[in-house]
């Protein structure tokens, strides 16, 4: 593919909207410039300003109006998903996300207020706290006193 300046695209993308005087679907319009619109976005474009590129080169709806770039914005995203499930059934799984939803590395934690020191003498139990039993429902038992020392530091802290 060439590299084509934003305007000369959306002169061009504007014309494939039409054919012989029919109207082509809108998504099948951005499924053909899938490539240049993964370009343009990659040179720091953004949906917005696509469509403001669209709309000064004369691409509009059938009513009229301007394309949007959130209009933009979701048929690519329709057609992106599309395009990654092929991929995926194409090669027997899932198709592997761009970039990881959460961080890969731990984020360091600071001290918790309480010790477990502290718990044992509370409970007076000498279990350390991933030996304890568990209530019922997975969820740890805690005692009363605990419950009240807790509440002791939280009036603390709001005074």
Sequence with gaps: MAEQSPQRWAETFASDLVLDGERIPFDRVV????AA????RATGLTWKALANLLRRAGAVRESGKAYT???????????DRAERNLTSKATGGYAKPTSPMRPTEKVGRSEPL?????????SGSTLPPSEKP???GGEKDVSEAEIGLALDRITKLKR
């Design 134 to 136: 568990l209530a019922v």
């Design 31 to 34: 499924q053909r410039h899938y």
């Design 114 to 122: 309480s010790s477990t020191s502290t718990r044992q003498k509370i």
């Design 69 to 79: 770039g959130d209009h933009l914005r979701v048929a690519f995203g329709r057609i």
């Design 37 to 40: 619109l993964v370009h343009q």
